[in-house]
């Protein structure tokens, strides 16, 4: 209305904006126009506008200012490239989804480590689970720290494999998301030290592989790098477990923290059990604090109170990389999901409340592991974009989780 009321009385001005109207975002992009227009455009009455417009100054409020037509046309130049890269920049998680989710799931994998016959990489939702536990490690050019986290958890889960035959068994899940280097190699070679490890106990699988006597490794490559949140999304999809658990590949948190969240599903709370387990690494707060610079802690906490407006404050650490889901939660939860980049987790909380699933929060150890992909004032900018579009998006019912 207001746009229409500027050219409508400024002909030329209609005819030097035609070329840069004609820039706007295509159809993908509408819904994010719809829905930042309905959450923030003020509403202009005719009463509003001044009943004659002299110049594109006075119709935004710069007559006063001094500025030429020449000065206002340069103005417009520049301010409509920068308005429109910002546009795109906003609109990025929107089309990753759209694009992501136009094609089926398997298509997205160029490689695995196991057989599957086609349209069967995803078991259906009716299938009971097969094993125990499904631990998804996402990987992104983690050929140097992934090894030592596998290894840890091979030893671990065979152990607890051996203490409770036929009552406890296991996959681990590595999700390679497009890594440039040899994380699906790494991958693979954990299994040869296990195999050297047990000392000879082990099983072959379809393709031949020797995997642990109690459990199996999966091995999947995308095709692209879409970010941790996909690679997540894959694995949780994929997953064969009645618990699912999201694991980081750097080893941050101890596996043996399972046993935490696991005895938190068994908690009751409000009358009724939890569904899904965070790792919180609140406890460790101050003495994080102490040991980090002042510029990251401002961010952190910067962070946090963005979090606790838009999103509310139930959980006080949503981005420890260490889940455990009941597999028909963490199922339809990320079958929902859209962002998939850094700030998925934020999305997984705001499914988890919209589909009634109750969260434990619990303590687990945490060492800060160096080689983090995370860039600090980069990563900071894009999650800050993301947790404001699922706001917007699920407000405005652009996005839905799927029930």
Not at 23 to 50: E, K, N, T, V, Y
Not at 85 to 110: G, Q
Not at 366 to 382: D, R, Y
């Amino acid at each position: 209305h207001f746009g229409s009321r500027v050219f409508s009385q400024r002909p030329g001005l209609r005819t030097r904006c035609h070329s840069s109207c004609m820039l706007a975002p295509s159809a993908a992009g509408l819904p994010i126009a719809m829905a930042a227009s309905a959450a923030f455009a003020p509403s202009f009455s005719d009463d509003a506008l001044p009943s004659e417009w002299d110049d594109f100054g006075a119709a935004f409020g710069l007559a006063g200012a001094g500025l030429t037509d020449s000065a206002l046309e340069l103005l417009g130049w520049v301010l409509v490239p920068v308005l429109l890269m910002l546009a795109a920049w906003l609109a990025i998680p929107y089309l990753d989804w759209r694009s992501a989710s136009s094609k089926p799931l398997e298509t997205h994998v160029a490689r695995t480590s196991f057989q599957s016959a086609p349209g069967e990489l995803v078991p259906p939702a009716w299938k009971a689970p097969e094993l125990t536990l499904s631990v998804i490690v996402p990987a992104y050019n983690e050929e140097y720290r992934l090894p030592q986290m596998l290894d840890e958890t091979f030893s671990y889960l065979e152990g607890r494999a051996a203490a409770s035959p036929g009552r406890f068994s296991y996959e681990v899940i590595v999700v390679d998301d497009g890594s440039s280097d040899a994380t699906y190699a790494a991958a693979l070679g954990s299994l040869q030290r296990q195999t050297a490890a047990s000392g000879g106990r082990t099983t072959a699988d379809a393709t031949g592989l020797r995997q642990p006597s109690g459990g199996e490794l999966r091995v999947l490559r995308l095709t692209a790098n879409r970010g941790k949140g996909f690679a997540v999304k894959v694995g949780m999809m994929v997953a064969r477990g009645q618990f699912l658990l999201m694991a980081d590949a750097d080893g941050a948190t101890s596996i043996r923290d399972l046993e935490r969240l696991e005895r938190a599903l068994g908690a009751q709370q409000g009358g009724g059990a939890s569904q899904i387990a965070f790792g919180s690494r609140h406890h460790l707060k101050e003495e994080a604090m102490a040991q980090r610079a002042w510029h990251r802690n401002f961010l952190m906490n910067a962070f946090h109170v963005f979090v606790w407006f838009l999103v509310g404050g139930s959980v006080s650490d949503t981005q420890c990389g260490f889940k455990l889901f009941r597999a028909e939660v963490g199922k339809q939860i990320f079958a929902s999901l859209h962002i998939y980049r850094w700030a998925f987790d934020i999305e997984v909380l705001v499914l988890s409340r919209l589909f009634g699933w109750q969260i434990a929060e619990v303590p687990v150890t945490w060492v800060e592991m160096p080689g983090s992909k995370l860039n600090l004032i980069t990563g900071s900018l894009t999650m800050l974009r993301d947790i404001v579009l699922v706001k917007v998006l699920y407000a405005t019912a652009i996005w839905r989780p799927t029930f």
